[in-house]
């Protein structure tokens, strides 16, 4: 079956076909996207014309501190599966773990998509700053192809339209920047704050708050973003404000205990935890693969999305831990 939308970029709905991908899987993620931005179904067809159009922009995706756990995210997505369908139409041109090129066919690839410009940055994982090594150089806890992280992605932001942080690790330094810190990792809207940054955190984030951020750039420019600059589309209401178990908040029904029969009748998961009150994220409407999430899954939200993720700081500047909720 052919596709109805553009060839698009070097022939991207052809090897959609190739992989057997039909028109009306790719409409229905094309759905799926536009729903979860907002912006309803009819939107699809703006979505399938912005991700398979000649004018779509080069991604180029860094590594820097981190565990490769956010492209994993986005590598067990199902339905589709992402070869299938993500590397073909966001265009990415360089990501050090998915690549077939290797040395310096890959350095190649990535700074001359740099030169050309007209790019879009995802980068994922903090970014060392300390200074160290025999030559006392900024950075060099963390170096790929002989440059360290702090410099390639300072020249690659620097040049990009627009940079998206993907997780928390890249949006607020996350658990390597978690004390005492001896890399001295700052998260990226810490370290280019005057730049286009658009942060999409969480540990990982959901594939489509990152979808959805591109499709957004490309078909509107940057999306409406909060006072921590995340996609108001994906970040604008907390967890707790979707939560199946929100009744039994209000009804003051906590579970006791992970194992209690409480616990398995959907009583509120607050006292073991669970910090979806001030937490800002979509899980509980987009959910992983589109079938569960931690909550569903019996497990209180730890707060994955917030600035303050793994020292115990929320984005206040006030201390907490996350079982002293006896408060509540």
């Known amino acids: 079956m052919k596709f109805s939308v553009g060839h698009g970029?070097?022939?991207?709905?052809?090897?959609?076909?190739?992989?057997?991908?039909?028109?009306?899987?790719?409409?229905?993620?094309?759905?799926?996207?536009?729903?979860?931005?907002?912006?309803?179904?009819?939107?699809?067809?703006?979505?399938?014309?912005?991700?398979?159009?000649?004018?779509?922009?080069?991604?180029?995706?860094?590594?820097?501190?981190?565990?490769?756990g956010c492209s994993e995210s986005i590598l067990r997505t199902v339905e589709p599966y992402i070869d299938a369908l993500i590397l073909d139409y966001i265009s990415l041109n360089y990501h050090e773990t998915l690549m077939a090129a290797a040395g310096h066919a890959a350095e190649k690839a990535l700074w001359d998509t740099v030169a050309a410009?007209?790019?879009?940055?995802?980068?994922?994982?903090g970014v060392p700053t300390a200074v160290a090594g025999i030559a006392?150089?900024?950075?060099?806890?963390?170096?790929?192809?002989?440059?360290t992280m702090l410099e390639t992605t300072t020249k690659v932001v620097n040049k990009a339209m627009a940079t998206i942080t993907y997780g928390t690790c890249a949006s607020y330094g996350g658990v390597q920047k978690a004390a005492p810190n001896p890399t001295a990792t700052k998260g990226i809207d810490e370290l280019y704050p005057d730049k286009a940054i658009?942060?999409?955190?969480?540990?990982?984030?959901?594939?489509?708050?990152?979808?959805?951020?591109i499709v957004h750039f490309v078909?509107?420019?940057?999306p409406e973003l909060d006072n921590l600059r995340r996609p108001v589309?994906?970040?604008?209401?907390?967890?707790?404000?979707?939560?199946?178990?929100?009744?039994?908040?209000n009804m003051d029904q906590f579970a006791p205990s992970f194992g209690s029969k409480e616990a398995r009748?959907?009583?509120?998961?607050?006292?073991?935890?669970?910090?979806?009150?001030?937490?800002?994220?979509?899980?509980?409407t987009v959910k992983f693969n589109q079938y569960n999430w931690p909550v569903q899954a019996g497990h209180p939200c730890i707060g994955c999305s917030q600035p303050g993720f793994w020292d115990g700081e929320d984005w206040d500047g006030e201390t907490y831990m996350y079982a002293d909720l006896t408060d509540f």
């Open 9 to 68: 970029k070097d022939g991207a709905v052809e090897r959609l076909e190739k992989r057997g991908v039909s028109r009306r899987d790719f409409m229905k993620f094309c759905g799926t996207v536009a729903a979860v931005m907002g912006m309803g179904p009819a939107f699809a067809p703006k979505v399938a014309e912005a991700l398979t159009s000649d004018n779509r922009p080069d991604v180029v995706w860094l590594h820097n501190a981190e565990c490769t």
């Open 117 to 125: 410009g007209k790019y879009v940055a995802v980068i994922e994982g």
């Open 136 to 147: 006392n150089e900024p950075g060099a806890h963390g170096k790929v192809g002989g440059h």
């Open 198 to 213: 658009i942060n999409v955190p969480g540990c990982p984030p959901n594939p489509f708050s990152l979808v959805g951020t």
């Open 219 to 222: 078909t509107k420019g940057i």
């Open 233 to 249: 589309a994906f970040y604008g209401e907390t967890v707790h404000d979707n939560c199946p178990r929100q009744e039994t908040f």
């Open 265 to 284: 009748e959907g009583w509120c998961l607050r006292k073991l935890g669970c910090r979806g009150v001030e937490t800002f994220n979509n899980c509980p």
